[in-house]
């Protein structure tokens, strides 16, 4: 199947910092790439998603980048907090499916 | 407004039997997916239905089957359990959209544990 490939693993910030977190896909044809974030025994919450028709998109302390020339896109949290620590998986499409990646756990400490 | 609701929330199976797991979408979605994941791993996609047709299936064995009713909600079925079928698996529901896939709104999941 198609891969996506996603970067760190793990991700230790200090709260208040900011977080990177690094994507790349495979399918050319993929047009939606979706940000869900996983609480330890939850089902991924949507966080933020972008289509392939503009490179960038903000919602609060969340962005969201795609670069489709390369295949890559990635997610900014700013001003971390505590709450923010999570699993955080991106995911692209491929037809029907969304592929994702292996996730980044995120660690945020006071 | 209540989200994608699935049931049951945990289930403890043998290797061999059968399961059967529910699914109800956001009120007004038409399309249901299900999706595994295996700890320590992103989702994996199984299906997807829209208006009852399968529209998507992912690289999974054909003891894995599924069906929509009339009223969108799905039913996910697997036979011959296997211990490697042991994960939590998810359903996510969206809006159709023209050219593209529609937002996937996920469930909680069905924790299931094949012994």
């Known amino acids: 199947g198609e891969n996506v490939e996603q970067h760190p693993s793990t991700l230790s910030v200090q709260e208040g910092d900011s977080a990177v977190i690094k994507c790349t896909y495979s399918?050319?044809?993929?047009?939606?790439f979706p940000w869900y974030k996983q609480e330890l025994g939850k089902g991924p919450q949507l966080i933020i998603d972008?289509?392939?028709?503009?490179g960038e998109k903000k919602d609060q302390r969340i962005a969201v980048t795609l670069n489709k020339t390369a295949k890559h896109f990635s997610l900014h949290i700013t001003e971390t907090q505590p709450e923010d620590s999570a699993v955080y998986f991106c995911?692209?499409?491929?037809?029907?499916?969304?592929?994702f990646g292996k996730g980044t756990s995120l660690l945020v400490t006071p | 407004d209540a989200g994608v609701t699935q049931s049951p929330t945990h289930l403890i199976k043998t290797r061999g039997q059968h399961v059967t797991l529910r699914c109800s979408p956001i009120?007004?979605?038409?399309?249901v997916s299900w999706y595994q994941q295996v700890l320590g791993q992103g989702p994996q996609f199984i299906f997807q239905?829209?208006?009852?047709?399968?529209?998507g299936r992912g690289n999974f064995p054909d003891r894995f089957s599924a069906r929509q009713f009339p009223n969108y909600s799905s039913e996910l079925n697997v036979n011959a359990l296997l211990l490697g079928d042991s994960a939590l698996y998810l359903c996510?529901?969206?809006?159709?959209?023209?050219?593209?896939?529609?937002?996937?709104?996920f469930g909680p999941g069905t924790r299931l544990l094949v012994l």
């Open positions: 009120s007004g979605h038409k399309s």
């Open positions: 996510a529901s969206s809006l159709p959209r023209t050219g593209g896939l529609g937002t996937q709104y």
């Open positions: 239905y829209y208006e009852k047709e399968e529209r």
């Open positions: 995911a692209a499409n491929s037809g029907y499916a969304l592929n």
């Open positions: 972008i289509r392939s028709n503009v």
């Open positions: 399918d050319s044809a993929s047009n939606y």
